[in-house]
Antibody, heavy 122, light 107 residues
């Protein structure tokens, strides 16, 4: 059974850097085709993909946020870390950690964490 | 930038068929997925690779793609299917993108 859990600060100030950690179990990020990503959802709004890291350390970012995002993995700890710099109130959202379906065809996310609400406010 | 367009809302009577569309340029050339999200819960993947259904997802959920449109069909809609539905597409050039979501009302 795959589980993912997000952790990080519930409140950050504008201009600060957000660091979120995803702790997962039930799979290994060293296995071929494995991937872990981050998706966010502002209150009452749509899902927005942020980043994805693959088993081979290939990293993909949302074009609109690429300059502010960094995703890394620690396979020994089963952690994936996302940093988002220069936070703004519009970045207020629930941030989800997700597991990529290990397939050669496309990208989709079959397991989601419970999400963590991050509020950006002075 | 690439965009996926979904109707804001769809209504269906219990037992009837609900159809939710997702439109994007040459969407049929990409891989589509669908997610169901109920209030206060994390999304659940209900369709991937255009028309594949994960284990545990009822057979009444099906997906298809053609041309510029991906379609989620819910046959014999039940009250428990009332939720927000999001489409998602991927290809190697656009990476991951989500639609704006559709609120399905069963009444």
């Amino acid at each position: 059974q795959i589980t993912l859990k997000e952790s990080g600060p519930p409140l950050v100030k504008p201009t600060q850097t957000l660091t979120l950690t995803c702790t997962f179990s039930g799979f290994s990020l060293t296995n071929s085709l494995a991937g872990v990503g981050w998706i966010r959802q502002p209150p009452g709004k749509a899902l927005e993909w942020l980043a994805l890291i693959y088993w081979d350390d290939d990293k993909r970012y949302s074009p609109s946020l690429r300059t502010r995002l960094t995703i890394t993995k620690d396979t020994s700890k089963n952690h994936v870390v996302l940093t988002l710099t220069n936070m703004d109130p519009v970045d207020t959202a629930t941030y989800y950690c997700v597991h990529r379906v290990p397939t050669v065809r496309g990208v989709a996310f079959d397991s989601w964490g419970q999400g963590t609400l991050v509020t950006v406010s002075a | 930038s690439y965009e996926l367009t979904q109707p804001h809302s769809v209504s269906v009577s219990p037992g009837q068929t609900a159809t939710i569309t997702c439109s994007g340029d040459k969407l049929g050339d990409k891989y589509a997925a669908w997610y169901q999200q109920k209030p206060g819960q994390s999304p659940v993947m209900i369709i991937y690779q255009d028309n594949e259904r994960p284990l545990g997802i009822p057979e009444r959920f099906s997906g298809s793609t053609s041309g510029n449109t991906a379609t989620l069909t819910i046959s014999g809609t039940q009250a428990m299917d009332e939720a927000d539905y999001f489409c998602q597409a991927w290809d190697s050039s656009t990476d991951v993108i989500f639609g704006g979501g559709t609120k399905l009302t069963v009444l």
